[in-house]
Structure formats: C-alpha cells, structure tokens
C-alpha cells in the first residue's frame, strides 16, 4: 500500500499523519525535541511505520508524498541564534536596517522599543556603486571595496552575508558581481542578494527580508540538508517537501535557497487544511483557530481563499515574503500563569514548551501552565493523557496552581485554574477578532474549526465571546497542520516592480513583464519536478490609490493578453478590496500599479477523506464513563459523561456538558451548545441557547 505523510514540528509536540490509500486518516505524537527536531521526527515516523507492521525502511520506500513543517527558521529568529551576519549595501546607506520605516505599532507608547537589528551596525558596510531609479548604472562597482569587506568579515568570524543595493530590483548587475566576489573569497558563507530574494520596491523591506534569509539560512541549511540525506538513506524515494509560509509546498533545496518563506512553515500548512474542510463542508467561511503547546494561531477562509500579506512581521523584523495572514500569539498548552506587579492575574506569553513542559508532566517544570489548569478542573484526564501513554501528576499541578496563584490572591485552587482557564480564553478570542472584526468580517458569519491538541477545551467559549454559533473539531485536529501539509500544492511565488497608473495603462509595456515574470517562475516550477501541464500561473497586483502609502493586492485575469477591456474589471477588483478592509473607496481617483505578482501552482495528487455511514443519533455506544468536570456557569464540579471519540458514528448527537475523548484529543461540549458528528467523522458543535 503506498501512504502520504505530514510532519509538524511543534513547540511542545511533533505531529505526523499518514492518509493510506482507502482515504483513512492516522494520526501520531511524540514529543518535540528543540536541540535536534529531527529526532522528534525521526521518533514519530518510527512510531508511525511500526502501527503498520513495517520496518523503518519498508515505510518510506512506500511514501508517495512527504512533506515537512519545521520552526527551524521560525526560532531562530525569535531567540537571536542566528548566524553572525553582515550586510553589504550602496555606500551611505548602511543604517537603512535600523532606521526601518520610522513607524510606531502603538504611537501613544514613549518608551516603546523596537528589536536588536539582525546585524550590528560594524557589520553593516557600505560599497561603491550605484544604479539609478531606472536601472542604470551611474558609478561602476568598486570591487577592490567588495575583497575588502570580504577580509575583514573573515577576519570577524561572518558565515553568512546579505547583499542589498539601490535599486537592485531594476538592475541586478552590482549585486551579482558581489556574489560572485563573496563566493570566491567567503566559499563557506551562506550568501542572500535581494535581487535573488526579494526584487521588489522599497528598501527597507528589501533589505529586511534579505537579512533574514541570510541569518537563518545556515541553521535551516544544515538540518534540512542533514536531514534529507538521513532520510534518502533510510529509504525515502520521492520527493521530501517543506511547507512554505504561503500555504504550498518545496523542496529541501528550495527551501534552503528562500529560508525566509519558511517562517510560517507549520501553521500556514494549517490555513491550507481549513480551505479542504471548508469544501468538504460546503462553508466557504471558516474563521480556523490552532491551540498548540506554545502558540494560538489564528487564520481566516473567506469565499473558500485564504487571505495573503506581504506585510508581515516575525519578532518585530519585517518580511515582505507572501505568507497566509495568521494571527498569532503567546497562547498555548504550555503557556505559564503568574502574577504582576500589581498582583493581576494573567497568562503567557511565555511557555513552559516541552522542556520542562507544564508542571504535571513532571519533567521539571515550577510554573502553573493551562495545561496544569485544564487538567485541574477535570476537562483533560489524567488516567489518560496521549491515550495513557503519558503520565502527568494532578497533585503537583495543584500543588504549583497553589502555591504561585491561588495562595497569594486569596482563592481555592479550582478557583484560580478557573481564572486562568478565562483569562486564556479571552485571549484567543480577542485574537480571533483581530482576523475577522479588524478586516472587515462578521464572525458571526463563520465556523470556527477548532485544531490543535489544546483547542476543543476552549473552542466554545471562544465562539462565545467573538459570536459565532457553529465549532468544527475536525478528524485528526490535534495534528491539523500536518493534515494541511497533505493537501498542498508545489507554489512558487515571484514579484516584479511594475511601475503604471490605471486608466493610461502601457499595454504593451506590462504585457512584456508578464511574460518574462511567467517565464521565469514556470522555469523555477519546472525544476521543482512538476510536469508543464500540472502547472498553473496566477496574477496579482499590487495597487494604491495615487498619493496613498500602503497597497492593495488583489487577482487579476490570468492566462491571456491583458487588454484595454480588463482595465475596468481590475479597478472593480480593488474598489472593493479597498471598501472590505479600509470601509470606503474612492472610484473617481486614479490607481497606481506597484508591483505585479505571479505564483506559480504545481497541482500535486491528493488522496480524498474516507466517509462514514450515516447512522441513528444515539451515541450511548460510545460511553466510557463519567467524571466530574468544573464549570463555573454551573457552579463548580458536575459529573457529566465521556465518550470515546473513536467509537462515535456519523450521525451521533450528543447533548451538553459532555466530554469527547480520543488519543491526542479531548472535546469539552460546554453548558449551552450540542456535538453530533458529520459522515467524515467531524465533530459539529452547535449553539443551544
């Protein structure tokens, strides 16, 4: 039988799913391991080939499809451990980094500071050259400067080096001269030019985001690399992919080349995971909401699209890669309860990971997390945490809630889990706003799909406090990222600064640039090892009323000459783009092109779910037992029932408060709402009241 897997590294928890080929679903954990990843993988595909009877060996050489979402480059950023990196720029203008673009995130904050630039500024050399706002070449390259440089960062240690000159996206020349210089003279650093990584307008961004490909792209180098060759040696076949920040998939050479598109590697694959479901349910609109261990995530599906930004911030350092809009914040499993100054109550952002973990995983950990709360008041049980392959201590975990909250503000400790339990909740939900209410959707409009180990507690009350009536726990929704890897296509994505106003558009002009853009990125497809007729080319542009400052991108029509008579269907595009996100628009006024965009789609074969038959509402088959459970809207512990997830057939109903149990995932049915479960094995929670 061949398979098809997903790999997730998470925080806390490594995931793995395997779809065999009838269509069934496995799902698989083991804990992570933040010093090597890749023997938490290596542990959870072991794991995975012995539940199918096969050696090791035997598993990969039958995988049809592998695809990996690894934090590598995601932690490296945010914990500073990098490589030393220098930057070489056009003379003048090596504080362009640190300047950054003088804005405030909250311009009331006097004292707010901005990070560390990824280079010290010692580092950050200037060179003589220059090419104009046209492209050209004003004053020649100084190479002698360049060899200099080149001694002087041997001499300090440097093994990686981004390049970044004035407009470079018009004319590349100076910088691959450069290149070729570092290559000759460094031939061990890792070596990022942003006409390679980012030809695109605006400095900043392009000097950014070409920094922080060059600072984690030795890590990612060695570990993908590494890792790559140990899995071709133990059997694996085909393709080893990686998910990229925008929801596709590359391969481990890719990947190594364009390090900054992996920096949301696992959930964007989650986002492409909640465009499946959305199909599968007939609900283009699902709001998808990913509680790990460390991590809330949070993503919107609108009229079955992801939404993607080129706007984003990872640690405060810009990348202006294409990546899934995702919302995320310092809200997991693992995340630690404390007391500030002022002796207020509140929750993470720091998490307790997976070493030491929550204080009940007696792995050393001190600090009360939402785990330790959680298990508290009955919601996770503790004769069966990871389907009982895992102890966990309820009596340390009270002891800890105890001694660090509940003691000092007065309170029992089923109060204190209580309120940590709340005070996550509104977290989330204030994090859920921020994907829909800012952007202009009504999330009283949309499912949430609740994935992650940790979210189907919580998954309720969220939809509670942002207003929606409907929750999804979808099959296999402790590993929903990994799910996601499953469904991805190859995608490549490609930008090219386009300079033209709308109406007065140069056809002819804009036409040439599509077609050399296309012809490219259909090139960078094709090494990827997709046939030509799998291949797909979309368009986007990026517009601006004339005079604004921000852009919108919105599609344009692909696969044909663009014509006068597509001018006005493009302008209808970004009205309404631009009446959706800032409320109003202004169709009297003339637009400006920035940037054109195109994303090249390689269609990669899937395997559907597998469907159950649909039978009688009654779910007592399912009945495990009962166990008090602590709800503050009913006044403390109720003993309510568990199922078991696994035994629950299509159709079941289930009536509130209710606990749903499976292996690597635990369903809380609050006071208020009712579950039944669709043909796909998906859980419905439904409001009652």
Known sequence: MRYRMGVDTGGTFTDCVVIDGNGKVHAFKELSTPKDPSIGLYNVVSKAAQFFNKTLNEFLKELDFFAHGTTVATNTLLTGTGAKTGLIC????????????????????????????????????????????????????????????????????????????????????????????????????????????????????????????????????????????????????????VTASNGGVMTAETAIRHASATLLSGPAAGAVGAVFFSKLLGNSNLILMDMGGTSFDVSLVNNGNVSLSTEGEIAGY??????????????????????????????????????????????????????????????????????????????????????????????????????????????????????????????????????????????????????????????????????????????????????????????????????????????????????????????????????QHHEVTVEIPSGCIIEEKHEALIAKAFHEAHERLYTYSTPENPMEIMNLRITAVGAVDKIGLDTLPVEGKDSKAALKGKRKVYFQDLGGYQEIPVYDRNKLKAGNEIEAPAVIEERITTVIVHPGWKARVDSYGNILMEVTK
């Open 318 to 547: 810009r990348v202006a890669k294409p990546m899934i809009d995702i919302n995320t914040i310092g809200a997991g499993g693992g995340s630690i309860a404390w007391l500030d100054k002022g002796g207020m109550l509140k929750v993470g952002p720091a998490s307790a990971g997976s070493d030491p973990g929550p204080v009940c995983y007696n792995l050393g950990g001190e600090k009360p997390t939402v785990t330790d709360a959680n298990l508290i008041l009955g919601f996770l049980n503790k004769d069966y945490f990871l389907g009982g392959e895992m102890n966990v201590d309820l009596d340390k975990a009270r002891a800890a809630m105890k001694r660090e909250i509940a003691d000092p503000l007065g309170l029992s400790v089923e109060d204190a889990a209580s309120g940590v339990f709340r005070i996550i909740n509104q977290n989330m939900a204030d994090a859920t706003k921020v994907v829909s209410i800012q952007k202009g959707h009504d999330p009283r409009e949309y499912y949430l799909v609740s994935a992650g180990g940790a979210c189907s507690i919580h998954a309720c009350k969220i939809a509670e406090e942002v207003g929606s009536t409907v929750v999804m726990v979808p099959k296999a929704a402790s590993v929903f990222c990994a799910l996601g890897m499953l469904e991805s296509d190859i995608r490549l994505d490609s930008v090219k600064t386009f300079n033209g106003t709308i109406p007065g558009l140069d056809l002819e002009a804009f036409n040439k640039v599509i077609k050399e853009t296309e012809a490219k990125a259909l090139a960078e497809l094709l090494q990827e090892g997709v046939e030509k007729e799998r291949a797909t080319l979309l368009r986007y542009l990026d517009i601006r009323y004339c005079g």
């Open 90 to 241: 056009t003379k003048g203008f090596r504080d362009t980094l640190e300047m950054r673009r003088a804005h405030k995130n909250n311009i009331w904050d006097l004292f707010l500071s901005v990070p560390t630039p990824l280079v010290p500024r010692y580092l950050r050399l200037g060179v003589t050259e220059r090419i104009n706002y046209a492209g050209e070449a004003l004053t020649p390259l100084e190479e002698k400067e360049v060899r200099e440089i080149c001694k002087f960062y041997k001499k300090e240690g440097v093994t990686a080096v981004a390049v970044a000159t004035l407009f470079s996206f018009l004319n590349p020349v100076h910088e691959e001269k450069i290149k070729k210089i570092l290559e000759e003279e460094l031939p061990d650093a890792f070596i990022s030019i942003s006409s390679e990584v980012l030809p695109a307008i605006r400095e900043y961004e392009r000097s950014s985001t070409t920094v922080a490909n060059a600072y984690v792209g030795p890590k990612l180098t060695v570990y993908l690399s590494t890792l790559e060759k140990k899995l071709r040696r133990d059997g694996l076949s085909r393709a080893f992919y």
